[in-house]
């Protein structure tokens, strides 16, 4: 570079200068240990386990003592979350049928105060009041 340039280096750019030992040396990575490997999260091991079709998991409690849980089916494990969720719903589980609801139909809007304040009751008794007239007389 000539030294007579009028260009600013990228030093000169800077407001303040980084001191001698912060600096990153030539060659050297900013990120010494990289990108953490695949398969340490937290999704990316509930994903392997959902995806199998079988888990043995053997737990050691603190004084050595050991249980093993085994769990299969013939499609993956999350066939038979989703059946048991299901069957759950089915047997009268609110909260199940609400989860299983949320999950295939999105969650409901949730109305302001503002706008609930709108909506006439009166008018939505009235109808309603109707149906079931006509209802006792048949």
């Not at 969650?107 to 008018?123: C, R, V």
Request: proline residues 6%; glycine residues 10%; contains cysteine.
């Amino acid at each position: 570079m000539n030294p007579n340039s009028t260009k600013k280096t990228p030093d000169k750019l800077r407001k303040k200068k980084m001191p001698e030992g912060k600096r990153f040396k030539p060659g050297v990575s900013g990120n010494p240990r990289g990108r953490p490997k695949k398969g340490d999260a937290w999704a990316d091991v509930a994903n392997e386990i959902l995806g199998a079709k079988s888990v043995i998991l053997t737990i050691t409690s603190e004084d050595g003592k050991t249980k093993e849980l085994s769990l299969g089916c013939n499609k993956t494990l999350r066939h038979a979350i989703i059946f048991a969720q299901v069957n759950a719903a089915l047997n009268g589980n609110i909260q199940a049928a609400r989860e299983l609801a949320d999950r295939t139909e999105g969650k409901p809007a949730q109305m302001s105060i503002p706008e609930a304040g709108i909506i006439d009751l009166s008018e939505i008794a009235q109808a309603l009041s109707g149906r079931y007239e006509v209802r006792g007389m048949n």
